[in-house]
């Protein structure tokens, strides 16, 4: 890997790149790497993201407008909302320097070749050097060139959304201190999707994978605001030992240029989303994940209709578990979790009541 590279296939990095790619990307690299089943992409290097702001004097905008704030712990929420749309209108205003714009051409068409479909279909995640889950903004289906560099720049935006300007001021970090890479896997369009716990995340019982799952994509699992089927597997033998199969009402599915919520037909909502051998098959990835990581994984995964089982079957990312159980906060770490958590709610309440098409966070 040369040390000019901005770009980078997910084939050439791993957990050592976390400060170049960001987490997400690096962990992906490292799951590719050890010879799981990860889609095709690329990694958009955080110093892609340094070059843009420094060329297009955004970098000069940001820090002039953010020390005229003041002191900004104990930020409400309409303000930080407020600070996050003038950040976020100075970086989407602001075109993508050429040189920087054909390199993520060049890459997207190459991955439109290597899989045989042109203007693929990709997802554009954020992923930043520190985990931050529900902070920033992942983009879902996005086809052709001119959707994926506009949300190219909106994950890098996303970086100041209202809720991670909450959790920095609030804690005492710098507003400016996440920069972000952008992950451009191929999507996967699910059949079904969901999560994997290799530790249960209330008990903490690291005798027990954990799976969750819904129809279509993941992101109706992850946002939490559907029922959905749960399943226990015994780690040892890979045994289901627990099933709770939900009425799934409603779901995630691809639409054009994005991803919506739609009902689920009723036939399908009160049966099983997975299959046992699926179930069985994404607690050994996760099993054996754990094994190779070394500690417990909190992994996404979905099932792709084209493909037979057990080839169906792709993860989207993983990242070290954590239970609920957790240390006593301080009062500013406490104020921080409330305004992270109104700010969720708020998103919430959004996607039940309005039904639209949804930005999803991760």
Not at 33 to 54: H, L, N, S, T
Request: glycine share 8%.
């Amino acid at each position: 890997m040369g040390p000019s590279k901005l770009i980078l296939w997910f084939e050439e990095i791993g957990q050592e790149h976390n400060n170049i790619v960001g987490k997400k990307c690096a962990n992906l690299g490292e799951m590719v790497r050890m010879g799981f089943p990860v889609p095709p992409g690329f990694a958009i290097c955080i110093d892609m993201y340094k070059q843009f702001i420094e060329e297009t004097k955004t970098a000069d905008e940001i820090s002039h407008y953010v020390m005229g704030l003041g002191e900004l712990k104990g930020l409400r929420i309409a303000q930080c909302d407020e600070i996050s749309q003038k950040i976020c209108c100075m970086i989407e205003g602001k075109p993508i320097p050429k040189r920087l714009e054909r390199m993520i051409v060049s890459y997207y068409e190459e991955l439109s070749k290597s899989v045989g479909i042109s203007d693929v279909p990709v997802s554009v995640r954020s992923a930043g050097t520190e985990s931050r889950p529900g902070m920033f903004e992942t983009y879902l289906n996005v086809k052709g060139k001119k959707e994926v560099l506009d949300k190219v720049k909106k994950v890098w935006a996303s970086a100041f959304s209202a809720r991670a300007i909450a959790f920095r001021a609030n804690k005492g970090i710098p507003v400016d201190f996440d920069m972000l890479g952008v992950g451009v896997p191929k999507m996967i369009n699910a059949r079904s999707a969901g999560i994997g716990f290799t530790i249960d995340p209330v008990s903490g019982d690291s005798s027990r994978i954990v799976i969750e799952a819904n129809w279509g994509l993941g992101e109706g699992v992850v946002s939490g605001v559907e029922s959905v089927d749960r399943f226990v597997v015994d780690k040892q033998n890979l045994e289901i030992v627990e099933r709770a199969v939900g009425k799934k009402l409603r779901h995630v599915v691809n639409r054009k240029g994005g991803a919506k919520w739609a009902d689920v037909p009723v036939e399908m909502q009160s049966i099983p989303c997975i299959a046992d051998e699926e179930i069985k098959e994404i607690a050994r990835l996760a099993k054996s994940l754990e094994e190779r990581l070394g500690k417990p994984q909190d992994m996404e995964w979905a099932i792709d209709p084209d493909f037979s089982f057990p080839r169906n079957i792709f993860l989207l990312q993983t990242r070290p578990a954590k239970t609920i159980a957790k240390k006593p906060e301080s009062a500013s770490e406490q104020l921080a979790d409330r305004l992270v958590s109104s700010f969720k709610q708020i998103d919430l309440s959004k996607a039940k009541d309005k039904m639209k098409d949804i930005k999803f966070r991760f």
